[in-house]
């Protein structure tokens, strides 16, 4: 049987753990993390993952068919603007890196990760813009060079300032372009696209590319 001094005792430990204005505070930082992880992150780790599935899976398929497997690397510029109603200027820089693996004959798949700096427009100031694509192409002998068609899904990264507060924001589209692969050697190509990318956000809808770089084959 406990004494009177030991249940006194056990009632206020109770009733100190469980309050729940000692927990709340941690409870809500917690979540707040993870949501913030999940919103910022959960882009990265599906283009992540995608692409690591494929390039998994491509020399599976490229030794059962008794193929090469090329990969293609790029490094372009160009100029990119919206074409909606809260258009921007068409001559925003624009970098973009690429990776393609070839899955077969004139077919590929491949990653896309680029830069715009919108700069100001509208009401919005030192804006910019992140993407990253995962397309896929196929392609046709022309000629001298050869034409592509691709489309694919997009994840994308919007901020800038607006009212003296920062702007951001995140969301997913899709991208739809045409390119052309122009050969210098066995190794080199002259790259050039043009593409349409559908990104829902509250300071544009879409917006086009146009680029030129080079193609390294490994």
């Known amino acids: 049987m406990s004494s009177p001094r030991h249940t006194r005792s056990e009632a206020v430990w109770g009733g100190i753990l469980s309050r729940e204005s000692w927990w709340a505070p941690g409870q809500q930082v917690f979540a707040a993390h993870f949501e913030f992880g999940d919103a910022v992150n959960r882009s990265k780790l599906l283009a992540v993952g995608v692409i690591v599935l494929v390039v998994a899976l491509t020399p599976a398929a490229s030794e059962a068919q008794g193929t090469v497997r090329t990969i293609t690397g790029s490094a372009m510029i160009g100029v990119a603007g919206s074409i909606d109603e809260t258009s921007t200027s068409a001559g925003n820089l624009n970098f973009q890196l690429g990776l393609e693996v070839e899955t077969q004959a004139l077919t590929t798949v491949g ?83 043009i593409s349409l990318h559908y990104a829902p956000m509250e300071v544009f809808d879409t917006f086009a590319n146009g680029l030129v770089g080079i193609g390294v084959k490994f």
């Open 111 to 193: 990653l896309r990760a680029g830069h715009i700096t919108f700069g100001d427009f509208s009401d919005v100031l030192d804006s910019s813009l992140n993407y990253i694509s995962i397309v896929g192409e196929y392609r046709e002998h022309e000629s001298f060079f050869q034409s592509g068609l691709y489309i694919g899904l997009g994840f994308y990264s919007f901020d800038g300032i607006r009212a003296g507060e920062s702007l951001d924001e995140t969301t997913v589209g899709g991208v739809l372009g045409v390119d052309g692969h122009f050969r210098v050697n066995d190794r080199i190509d002259v790259l050039a696209e």
